[in-house]
């Protein structure tokens, strides 16, 4: 069965500085799709970025970016000039492309920005 | 531009009193679907999806049941909520691409 395993429970970040959010995944699968989530404090999860297995070159979005090592089953999230409105639950989920849409998720990282 | 509501945002029920939790999609026709709960200090855990109206597969045998009376409508019921239920409940709907988009949430309380 996939698995997803968040290792940091929490992270903390200074303000303006650099994060990097850990993740890995077990699957036997080799197409497979990878996301990251944020949930604030408000609790609406909302998509932060998103990587298909198939394509080499990691996904960026803005200040985010992911780290994808396929072989080594890890999908990182970095968060480059951490902003106050960073701070809040971060989920990484992982989807065989099933139809049902069934995500596994992690357990999350909570970050703190500091200012 | 689809988006996705639910209500109650929050809710506290008293052990063994019903639930109803309403979810609506707008802007899309025939979505999946989704309910997930959210545990404290836990991830999610996907409850029931559905692929049309009347269609509902369940992941995990629970209290819980749902049903999909309209195309854009997903209801998460249950008929005798235990303290167990507490928690936050998700509704989602997914893009082409496989990613889920959230409704608000709703927290619920069992006492």
């Known amino acids: 069965a996939q698995t997803v395993t968040q290792s940091q429970p929490e992270m903390s970040v200074q303000e303006a500085e650099t994060v990097t959010l850990s993740c890995t995944y077990d699957?036997?699968?080799?197409?497979?799709?990878l996301f990251w989530y944020k949930q604030p404090p408000s609790r609406q999860m909302i998509l932060v970025i998103r990587q298909e297995a198939y394509k080499q070159q990691n996904a960026t979005e803005n200040r985010f970016s992911v780290n994808f090592q396929k072989a080594a089953k890890s999908f990182s999230l970095k968060i480059s000039d951490s902003q106050l409105g960073d701070a809040a639950m971060y989920f990484c989920a992982y989807w065989d492309g099933g139809s049902q849409g069934n995500l596994i998720f992690g357990k999350g990282t909570k970050l703190s920005v500091k200012p | 531009s689809q988006t996705i509501h639910q209500w109650p945002a929050t809710l506290v029920q008293p052990v063994g009193s019903p639930l109803s939790l309403e979810c609506t999609v707008e802007g899309t026709s025939n979505p999946n679907l989704y309910w997930y709960r959210q545990a404290a200090g836990r991830g999610l855990q996907l409850l029931f999806y559905?692929?049309?109206?009347?269609?509902i597969s369940s992941e995990v045998p629970q209290n819980l049941s749902a049903s999909r009376p309209q195309d854009r409508q997903f209801i998460l019921s249950s008929k005798k909520l235990l303290l167990s239920d507490s928690g936050f409940y998700l509704c989602a709907w997914t893009g082409a691409t496989g990613e889920l988009f959230f409704g608000e949430g709703s927290r619920l309380t069992v006492l």
């Open positions: 559905s692929v049309g109206i009347g269609q």
């Open positions: 699957t036997s699968e080799s197409d497979y799709y």
